[in-house]
């Protein structure tokens, strides 16, 4: 029996981190215990009396053929409650499943949601079982992928450490790459910007806008993004749902660009009214400028931001990568382009 | 013995369903064998086998007086293992938890992570055992709970059903309400351009960078507010120790803040060399402007990502609330007059 060796402890820990990172080789053990079909229930127990005693993990027994391969795995308490002269055979569902020592951990943890058990059977390339995987371990991978995901979010590498633990050097090495890549593409609004200098000098009203009609695009982005990202992460949608996903981020992103565009248009309108000459003779072209600009760049932004984690996943990535602030980043340039086309098409008469 | 009623279907959910949402009381089961410690292990493995045979939970096996108070926990295999004519009280080792119907189901995953069991007990104010919650409940809990932060780091609130079925006009609802809060921080961009009119008049330059400048900051503070969460929520440190995070911070964002201003400089410096009076006869005030007010801002991020949460959970919020969309929001409004303040000692002579 395979699993009844008491093998040395450090030639276990070798072949066990011989597995790749994040792999389910690498949270096994080989601490269970394995019957045969052919035994009675009381041969099993006797056995399990002997073999099992210590071992932290006997939930479930594993029934293997003469040469260790996986025939079904049983738990424990069945064998409690069966007659014991009954054969092990007897006692055989076929409802199993099982778990390859190199699959990612992330399959383990979507098994073992399916499957309600509290410990998978690993087998190699010949269905002869090497271990288990427990479910008090995939408490803690669920935290630590929940956590790898929400620190990419925030617009990061992930730590791999804690916040509290993790050196001042290597945590400002993980923060500065995506920081800087951020700065590059947001080099682009300056380039932008630049593009619409003309416009700006006619019309400086335009600029004390722009960070809020941006913003909001980013904003809104940021929402769908995350929403997409955590969504496809559980599973609940395939890639080819990109239609459906696509229809509602456009009629969510109509409705929250009118309900923006309604507030900036009424803020700009109320304080023309209260404080007259704030934002010139011409805030009624302002205040349409800025409504329409909102209604285009969050509609816009709801649909980069549902869209590109697609396509980041589809081109084999971590959708993850998507970040809140990443959206942001492409919705501010893109943003700027909508809000001064807006300003021009608007404002024509004003600016030339 | 209490556990071992089998209790009227339609009675157990309306009794489960009289705790509050996310209580442990709402996700416990009955489904438990309870035995007494003056039995011997011959005796309760009877009454396992008698009682037990259809309990999908059975892995733990709870010891209760006769009053129904809970002794303590034992794995059903420490039975199988043990002779027959001991006493059940011989196999207590004392080493129990339990919980309470009104805990928060995050204090059940934190006690699952803690002991390492895979059903935990659950008793009355007089400790009585009144049902068991297992781990794999835990797993959809850990998942649950993530899936909240992750959402509401996102800047949305958490939208409590699936993002394929949440019928459209429920979650332009529940995104909504933040975008709006959001809009009406970000108004005050507009309110402090305002003041900044005659400056951005005079330099229109410094309106190019503005977007680039600012967002620098927003990101910071994103990555900086997204790390704090996320430790909060794991327990990696407490809210006393916010000195010893804010050091961090600082010299994190100073460290920043250092590598953009650089890149900043730089980029203004080449463009300024390559394509001559891009940015005027000024820019190397620009570019010093640009460069000192990204150290600013990217500290003044750092900094406000990740105090806020800190501030927000010891107002008894949850911190989950201070979302990336959210610091950059208010990062976007405090680092307009970190970057004109700059802009007015840099440039004094130029914009006089």
Chains 1, 2 share one sequence.
């Not at 913003?215 to 955590?230: C, P």
Request: aromatic share 8%; charged share 20%; with cysteine.
């Amino acid at each position: 029996m395979l699993g009844m060796l008491t093998p040395d402890e450090r030639q276990v820990a070798q072949s066990l981190l011989a597995y790749p990172d994040h792999s389910v080789g690498r949270m096994m053990t080989l601490d269970y215990v394995a019957v045969r079909p052919e035994w009675t229930v009381r041969e099993a127990l006797d056995y399990i009396r002997e073999h099992g005693y210590d071992r932290e993990t006997l939930n479930m027994v594993y029934v293997v053929d003469e040469a260790g391969h996986l025939v079904d795995d049983i738990r424990v308490r069945r064998f409690l409650l069966s007659p014991v002269d009954r054969p092990v055979k007897a006692l055989l569902d076929g409802n199993y499943t099982w778990l390859a020592p190199t699959d990612d951990r992330e399959k383990a943890l979507a098994l073992f949601r399916k499957f309600d058990r509290v410990a998978l059977p690993v087998v190699d390339e010949n269905r002869k079982i090497i271990g288990i995987v427990t479910v008090d371990d995939m408490l803690d991978v669920a935290e630590e992928e929940a956590t790898e995901d929400i620190q990419k979010l925030g617009g990061s590498e992930a730590l791999d450490e804690p916040y509290t633990t993790i050196s001042l050097v290597k945590m400002v090495k993980k923060r500065a790459s995506w920081l800087v890549i951020l700065f590059l593409g947001e080099m682009l609004t300056a380039t932008a910007l630049k593009y619409y200098e003309g416009e700006l000098a006619k019309a400086i009203v335009l600029s004390l806008f722009l960070p809020l009609v941006v913003s909001s695009g980013g904003n809104a982005g940021s929402q769908a993004s995350t929403l997409v990202i955590r969504a496809l992460a559980l599973g609940e949608f395939k890639l080819r749902d990109w239609w459906r996903i696509m229809r509602r981020e456009l009629v969510a992103g109509f409705s929250l660009g009118i309900i923006l565009g309604v507030i900036g248009t009424l803020r700009i309108t109320i304080w023309s009214f209260i404080f007259p000459n704030t934002y010139g003779e011409h805030w009624g072209l302002v205040a349409a400028t800025v409504g329409t600009a909102l209604v285009g760049i969050v509609m816009w932004g709801s649909l980069m931001g549902s869209m590109l984690p697609l396509i980041i996943k589809r081109c084999g990535f971590d959708p993850a990568t998507s970040s809140a602030p990443f959206i942001a980043t492409l919705v501010d340039v893109t943003g700027l382009i909508i809000y001064f086309s807006v300003a021009m098409v608007i404002m024509r008469e004003t600016l030339v």
